[in-house]
């Protein structure tokens, strides 16, 4: 006798987020489920890829390939070598390979396993839809990542001055958000950074301060917006607990509450997060 089962429509196994590393010295983050997955930049070393990965049970080997955001030093430095000796794809667009190959960091060039990317131009990798967009920065060439998985979306945007309208867009619909609030902006006025480089942080091609991250999500946040993690920090510029105060500070001034409306999270600078699985 045929028995006619009604299965779930969402029937996958749960996705996999984890920050390996977040912050002026290093950048890297891993999607994907058990058996594979992705990472977002690559600007930590090998071993310590391998290392953190392992210790939440998710083997090198399932790294299907790395998406890099631009070509400077803390999103790059492993790239090469994932790419050479581990031969996993690396996706980028033509500016930032060039940009990849005159970096000082970058001991070997880059030249196997390259799969040149178009804005705004969707690419699958396996259940992964994803789309790189614009972001202003100063780095040769600079996209945000939105990457669709299992009904969910996953947008990625780090390193960029402002939050064009472009970037908003994005933003404003999806559902696990991973953005820069990399200064405060009093730190970064009394620091010791000399003062072509504090123009340079705040200049629109610079960073996000903590202020300008959170004014815009208290003004834009929608509904569809479930997990705020705050990202690429600055060592001596800001604090994980006042980036994480002042945005839920104006969120709250807007009746959005953290712990209720949504989760909020400032990210490690130098270790990895706990893995978060939905």
Partial sequence: MQLNINFPEDNHPPI????????????????????????????????????????????????????????????????TYLSEKLHIPIYTTALTHEGI?????????????????????????????????????????????????????FSFVTDLGEITPLVASYICNTNYLILEANYDEEMLKMGPYPAYLKRRIASNTGHLSNLATANFLADNLTESVEYIWLCHLSKDNNHPELAYKTVEWKLRNKGILVGKDLQLIALKRNSPSQLYEF
Avoid: W
């Fill in 101 to 153: 190959n005159k970096n000082y960091c970058i001991k070997e060039k880059l030249y196997n396993n390259v799969h040149h990317i178009q804005k705004e131009q969707p690419f699958i990798i396996k259940d992964f839809s994803i789309t790189a967009f614009e972001v202003p920065h100063d780095g040769t060439d600079n996209v945000g990542y939105t990457i669709k998985v299992n009904h969910k979306t």
């Fill in 16 to 79: 996999r987020f984890i920050s390996l590393a977040s912050g002026s010295s290093g950048n890297c983050y891993f999607l994907g489920y058990n058996d594979y997955g992705i990472l977002i930049d690559a600007g930590i070393s090998p071993k310590n890829i391998r290392k953190h990965l392992k210790e939440v049970n998710i083997a090198m080997e399932s790294v299907q390939a790395v998406l890099i955001t631009h070509d400077h030093a803390d999103h790059i430095k492993s790239v």
